[in-house]
Nanobody, 131 residues
């Protein structure tokens, strides 16, 4: 059974850092794409960073650009998100997303705009930025 396993969430003070990690287990299939989404209470889901694996194209949302860094891990089907200079507005449930079924032709930016390409989601983890 395929599982998308996230780790690294928690409570941090404003200006602090956290690193989120995600790994896919239960399959030998190479992912076509992976990304990070978040959803704050009362707000729509936001795609914050997405990567298309065939060519390494990466998109990072303007809301986190310069503060968050998306990385693809050396291990198969792993990604991470280094989050620096965290702000209270970053408080949300963060989700790892993966495409294991269909090769993508959409851009990494469009991947983050619409989650229609996602066929596997992590369970989500809370990130709270508060003093």
């Amino acid at each position: 059974q395929v599982q998308v396993v996230e780790s690294g969430g928690g409570l941090v003070q404003p200006g602090g850092s956290l690193k989120l990690s995600c790994a896919i287990s239960g399959t030998t299939t190479d992912a076509f794409a992976m990304g990070w989404f978040r959803q704050a209470p009362g707000k729509e889901r936001e795609g914050i960073s997405c990567m298309r694996f065939n060519d390494g194209q990466i998109y990072i949302a303007d809301s986190v650009k310069g503060r968050f860094t998306f990385s693809r891990g050396d291990a198969k089907n792993t990604i991470s998100l280094q989050m620096n200079s965290l702000e209270p507005g970053d408080t949300a449930v963060y989700y790892c997303a993966a495409d294991l079924v269909w090769p993508l032709i959409t851009t990494a930016k469009d991947m983050c705009r619409s989650a229609s390409w996602v066929d596997n989601w992590g369970q989500g983890m809370q990130v709270t930025v508060s003093s």
